[in-house]
């Protein structure tokens, strides 16, 4: 079946050291989207990628950076992560038309960051 | 600028009772998209229906049903004989059409608790 799937499930890291989370998917779709969502709360877009085009929100924190090497593979990275990074991080994948057409989005299982 | 407010942080029924979930947005675009989404305990956000501006007609999928009205900016979800598999946090999403950011605004989300 075609899906979004992140690795890992579950990341525990220390305050202050670098952690990539990883995010593939088989859709062929051309957007992905990374999501920050903690407990209670809506999901806080970090930054999207529109094909190569990478767009980063306003208030997303220089510390949070973001790779996609190609279609199908997404990463974000945390450079020096706070306490405060705590959260689960979403994978999302819409597929993006120029017509003005809005497809809905397809999550993955997500990654629970836990910062010691 | 888009918006959307539900306004019902939680709701608590009890099995097999009929139980509809408010969603009221803005925006300036004449042309948009709604959409909701579930996001049961094991955390993975799962599309539900998408509908277009242009698209007013409501629409039932087995016990779930949506009810859209442009007049009053409203898109509410109706889950009728509620189970305890319902229970999860429901977000209704926005996202404008052409000439509008194609990223989608969630609202706060609905926390359903449905007892046995």
């Known amino acids: 079946d075609a899906m979004v799937i992140q690795n890992p499930r579950y990341q525990v890291t220390q305050f202050g050291k670098p952690v990539t989370l990883s995010c593939s998917q088989t859709?062929?779709?051309?957007?992905m989207y990374w999501y920050q969502q903690k407990s209670s709360q809506a999901p806080k877009l970090l930054f999207h990628?529109?094909?190569?085009?990478?767009?980063n929100e306003a208030d997303t924190p220089d510390n949070f950076q973001s790779r996609r090497p190609n279609t199908s593979f997404c990463f974000l990275d945390i450079r020096s992560p706070g306490l405060g990074d705590a959260a689960m991080y979403l994978c999302?994948?819409?597929?993006?038309?120029?017509?003005?057409?809005?497809?809905?989005?397809?999550f993955g299982p997500g990654t629970r960051l836990t910062v010691l | 600028a888009q918006k959307v407010t539900q306004a019902q942080t939680e709701i608590s029924v009890v099995e097999k009772e009929d139980v509809t979930l408010d969603c009221v947005y803005e925006?300036?675009?004449?042309?948009?998209?709604l959409f909701w989404y579930k996001q049961p305990p094991s955390g993975e956000l799962v599309f539900l229906i998408r509908?277009?501006?242009?698209?007013?007609q409501n629409e039932i999928s087995g016990r779930y049903s949506w009810n859209f009205q442009k007049s009053t900016s409203s898109f509410n979800f109706t889950i009728t004989a509620s189970q305890v598999v319902d229970s999860a946090v429901y977000f209704c999403?926005?996202?404008?059409?052409?000439?509008?950011?194609?990223?989608?605004?969630f609202g706060r989300g609905t926390s359903l608790i449905v007892h046995p």
């Open positions: 925006t300036r675009d004449t042309t948009y998209y």
């Open positions: 859709l062929n779709h051309n957007v």
């Open positions: 509908r277009n501006s242009f698209d007013e």
């Open positions: 999403a926005l996202s404008e059409g052409s000439g509008g950011s194609y990223i989608p605004t």
């Open positions: 999302a994948t819409s597929r993006g038309s120029a017509g003005g057409l809005r497809n809905e989005q397809f």
């Open positions: 990628y529109y094909d190569k085009d990478f767009n």
